[in-house]
Nanobody
Framework: QVQLVESGGGLVQAGGSLRLSCAAS????????MGWYRQAPGKQRELVAT???????NYADSVKGRFTISRDNAKNTVYLQMNSLKPEDTAVYYC????????????WGQGTQVTVSS
């Protein structure tokens, strides 16, 4: 069984920073892409950023230049450094991982709340 556990969410003022972490654990053979998604109240879940096992990254236009995704393959952990936060960044942030146990599947964390006050 695989678990993704996020941490680092919270309440911050506009212009502030937060760093999210997501650690994968369990009977993992390998991890391919990892990513962060978010869902604001009344809206669909949307991509924030992804990173491949080789370190190639992709960002939503709304966060480019403000957010940075990174990973530590030895720790099976992905990070999201969020700077210059805006109230519109308020959402539940979910970690995802494309993980091979017996077969390749996409796993999700439980989500962590990020609230940016104006």
């Amino acid at each position: 069984q695989v678990q993704l556990v996020e941490s680092g969410g919270g309440l911050v003022q506009a212009g502030g920073s937060l760093r999210l972490s997501c650690a994968a654990s369990g009977s993992i053979f390998s991890i391919n892409a990892m990513g962060w998604y978010r869902q604001a109240p009344g809206k669909q879940r949307e991509l924030v950023a992804t990173i491949t096992s080789g370190g190639s990254t992709n960002y939503a236009d709304s966060v480019k230049g403000r957010f940075t995704i990174s990973r530590d393959n030895a720790k099976n952990t992905v990070y999201l450094q969020m700077n210059s936060l805006k109230p519109e960044d308020t959402a539940v942030y979910y970690c995802s991982g494309t993980i091979v146990v017996d077969i390749q599947r996409i796993y999700w964390g439980q989500g962590t709340q990020v609230t940016v006050s104006s």
